[in-house]
């Protein structure tokens, strides 16, 4: 199944403003910070205990349980029952975004037995930030709720100055992402005005990428990661061609426990968890 968008929800401005203002004063944990270059933190709407505190996701086929976090947001609850079927939802999140962070492109759900489907909503955002899966860079717009296939490798950026807030919800799988929405769908669609059509990189840029291997070492290493991982949100490269680009980039620098480094961190994030 591939990205797309499904819906629209029509939120009330002043409302889910109300609901976002009582958010400020949860605790957004740091969980899977290892993905983050950056500040990116979220908090726990609904989970498999309804304690605020489990903030990772796990294998199982309960219902999810409401959190104190989402009995605090009746606005966002409401919005929630109404749109989306509860009876299939593992795991429901606030994550919070700061300004210029991006994430580690990875693959979700290797860690689990089985696969979720996520659906992202953005609840504040700007054109600023953007997603990507593969080779593809898009937005999503406010209120938009899209289809994320998280077992294929993607990643996010923001040069926002504000905080970008997404609601996250991870369904059972098993069924089409169309089927877990109680609203009408759009058709299935990669909207035109959400895809960003990029650059190539040109020659002297590439040679000045390698050229990091010059100064590449175990304590920058993800400083540079972080560059790459920009330039594929600002010029035409997959998301997989970032790991390949550190890695040529970590042999030009012949430490061989660097190098091995870099390709524990590309098998992590994207092979196997472990």
Known sequence: MSTRRLAKLDFAPDRLAADLIAAESFTFNGAYSEFVLGEWRSCMLWNASGDVGEAHLSSGDQAAKLTAYGAAMPYLRSMIERSFRLDRLRFGRLARMA?????????????????????????????????????????????????LDARRIHSAVSTWDRARIHLILDFASGERP????????????????ALVALPPLTPAEEASLLALGDVIDRFNHRDILAILVRKAFTHDMSLRSVFTRLTEIGTRSGDP???????????YFTVARG
Do not use: K
């Open 178 to 193: 169309e089927e877990l929405l109680r609203i009408d769908c759009a058709p299935a669609e990669r909207p035109a005005d």
């Open 257 to 267: 426990d660097l190098i091995e480094t870099l390709e524990r961190q590309r098998r």
């Open 99 to 147: 300004p210029g962070t991006v994430l580690v492109p990875h693959c979700d759900y290797l860690e689990l037995d089985e696969g979720l489907v996520r659906l992202h909503v953005p609840l504040t955002t700007s054109r600023a930030c953007l997603n990507a899966e593969s080779d593809l860079v898009f937005h999503m717009a406010t209120g938009e709720v899209w289809y």
